[in-house]
């Protein structure tokens, strides 16, 4: 099987986060496809459309997925970096999820809320919402930030 875009399945087409521009999206979002949608200091928006790779078996999103949305726009809302071409990371002390509602089409969007900390650690709340604005689920989230990551200015991408 070739590798030309013709021949792949139209959810393994190559994939890009305008956002995240300068940095190639990780292999993870490459799988889970999710996009930045907004960012800004303390506060962060994911969409996701729900493909078939994201239903369990009982045909709705999988509790793991709306996890990995909560976790990451978690990160997102508090790593915004204020320099062009840098960025900041960290990484996920603590999250604890509760599931709402179900989902099984549509888009989802995750909304990521710095609520606090400081020099090294920060907080954040987040929701997940279908697209009827229907909460699908909730998380807390405390992260510690990446070397680097503490400065709003973050550290320059390394390609």
Known sequence: MSNSPSSLHPEDEPFTDPLLA??????????????????????????????????????????????TLLDTVGGFAGTYCTVPGNKRGAVTLSLTT????????????????????????FMVTCEVFDNQDKLVAIGEGTYRYRSGGEDPSGVPVIR
């Not at 709402?100 to 969007?109: D, F, I, M, N």
């Open 22 to 67: 300068s940095e190639d999206p990780s292999g993870f979002q490459r799988t889970m496809r999710y996009r930045l949608a907004e960012w800004e200091p303390d506060r962060a928006v994911l969409a996701m459309e729900i493909l078939p790779r994201h239903l369990n078996r009982a045909g709705v999103v999988h509790g793991g997925v709306l996890a």
């Open 98 to 121: 509760t599931f709402l509602s179900q989902a099984s089409s549509g888009t989802l969007r995750a909304v990521g809320k710095r609520r606090g900390g400081g020099r090294k650690i």
